[in-house]
């Protein structure tokens, strides 16, 4: 089976290591943090550690996923066993739909303890503040703006030491903090297992968690709308998403393994969870479309792969997440502008190649729906008929949508202090 074996953070240096064994080998890895001049609280320090240890194992689980996985000298409570569990099936999901796999395939975790110790209580006068993820997309750099006066400190994971230098822009006089995740792809490739998807957006928060924890911040923000929850397909009772992590009803799981487990002081979730992607396009537009709309990228092929070198973002304009942008800013942003962005001067609507991506994010002819981070079916096609006069129709039909751009929906509280 799946071994958990073990994790440690060095003081010295700020380098957290967690190992696993799968089949025979052994991986490795490593994430180093922003060191701080603050006083480790390692109990508390050690929980949070623990919660990336089983998120980051999804990386090498999936070389060979077996039924049941084991983690070394500790214990579950039934809660843990079934949050775990379900991280490792439904955070696998689109992993599973292309390796053919169910979910009696996918990740077990067994209980083994009645309850896990107690929630670890803060003082508010050692922990306060806000840790903001940051990527240089659109939805952080919307996050940014709207937080600016409460002078919080901007975070961004990569692999390597290259980072989007428009996030110094960002951060402007305060503090811009860079973490470093080293993957074992040795191993991986080694292993020659399967691969796939992993549910990234837990494994950055938990470590972001850690750098908060380092830092004695009381909030992790995330910058996720309402997205993630449409499945691609389904395998029997089995959603199939992109990013089931960035769902709402992940949010709230999330939120809640924190405060049984790490600190009922500690919070994180995003302040743009209320607000559709639509939505957010357009309050991009109108908030940071003029300083920012020639500098962000949303765009993975060009910028967000390992070791990439992204300190200027771009956009490929022949992708799937390159077609969904193009759609959502398509009502806000005038044709010209948007065509030079993310077209390379040419409108993505004209471009053949994106044919199937645009059927497949519409709804159309039973394509399915890209695995990205995409808008939902619905509100991708009332930002094609919202768009402005001057777009290019597809070369296709698309059906008509009553999509509420305007809708709020369900939300953490992230400042509510009690």
Known sequence: MFRCLEYTFNEENYIATFRYEN???????????????K?????????????????????????????????????LDDFQAKFFSTVYQEGLSQFAYENHLTREDLGHFSRNADMSDAPIDLNPADYDGELVLQSGGKDSLLTATLVADKNPTFWYLGSSENYPKILDEVAGKSELQIATREIDLESLKRA???????????????????QAILNHNRMVI???????????????????NHQWSKTWEAEKLFAEYIKR???KDLKVGSMLR????????ELFAKNCWDKYGKKFSSCNVANYRQK???????????CAKCANSYLLFAPFVNREELDEIIGNGKSLFENENLI???????GVDNYLKPFECVGETAELRAAYHQRRNEYPSLPFEVPASDFDKDKLYESQDLWNEN
């Open 23 to 37: 089949a025979g080998v052994e991986f490795t890895e490593r994430v180093k943090f922003k060191k701080t001049d």
């Open 39 to 75: 006083i480790i609280d390692r109990k508390l320090l050690d929980r949070a550690l623990f919660l990336s240890f089983i998120l980051i194992g999804t990386s090498y689980y999936k070389t060979r996923p077996t039924k049941n996985v084991l983690v070394e000298e500790k214990t």
């Open 192 to 210: 020659d297992g399967l691969n796939g998807h992993v549910p990234i957006t837990y494994i950055v928060q938990s470590l972001a968690l850690i």
């Open 222 to 240: 995330t910058s996720i709308g309402r997205e993630g929850a449409e499945p691609h397909a389904w395998i029997d009772d089995l959603p199939v």
């Open 261 to 263: 487990y790490i600190s």
């Open 274 to 281: 209320k607000y559709s992607e639509l939505k957010i396009a």
């Open 308 to 318: 990439a070198e992204n300190g200027e973002l771009k956009w490929c304009g022949n």
């Open 356 to 362: 199937d991506d645009f059927k497949g994010l519409l």
